[in-house]
Nanobody, 125 residues
Framework: QVQLVESGGGLVQAGGSLRLSCATS????????IAWFRQAPGREREFVASISSSGDSTYVDDSVTGRFAVSRDNAKNTMYLQMNYLKPEDTAVYYC??????????????????WGQGTQVTVAS
């Protein structure tokens, strides 16, 4: 098990930027693919992006490609989601998620072993 704690959410105007952080417990962090999901009111939780356990590859969903980027600092046991050119439809609770593995890929919610508590992102028009 790895504990995940998100931070960095908030209220931003459309077109603005936010960077979310996901801090993890040190143990086994390097053995996990870390991902971001989001859930808007009344909608299913959806995949946003993932990063390989080594940090050398990422996978970003088409819905946010070109605007969002994911990175990790294994020395700090922290993973980041940089969100640029935010739109009102990006409003959601964003969750950090972890699953044992190596490769960055599209992930289904049923595959996730560990979830953070979520952080709210609100984009005002």
């Amino acid at each position: 098990q790895v504990q995940l704690v998100e931070s960095g959410g908030g209220l931003v105007q459309a077109g603005g930027s936010l960077r979310l952080s996901c801090a993890t417990s040190a143990r086994a962090f390097n053995d996990y693919v870390i991902a971001w999901f989001r859930q808007a009111p009344g909608r299913e939780r959806e995949f946003v992006a993932s990063i390989s356990s080594s940090g050398d590859s990422t996978y970003v969903d088409d819905s946010v490609t070109g605007r969002f980027a994911v990175s990790r600092d294994n020395a700090k046991n922290t993973m980041y989601l940089q969100m640029n050119y935010l739109k009102p439809e990006d409003t959601a609770v964003y969750y950090c998620a972890g699953v044992r593995g190596a490769e960055a890929t599209y992930l289904y919610t049923s595959w996730i072993e560990n979830w953070g508590q979520g952080t709210q992102v609100t984009v005002a028009s």
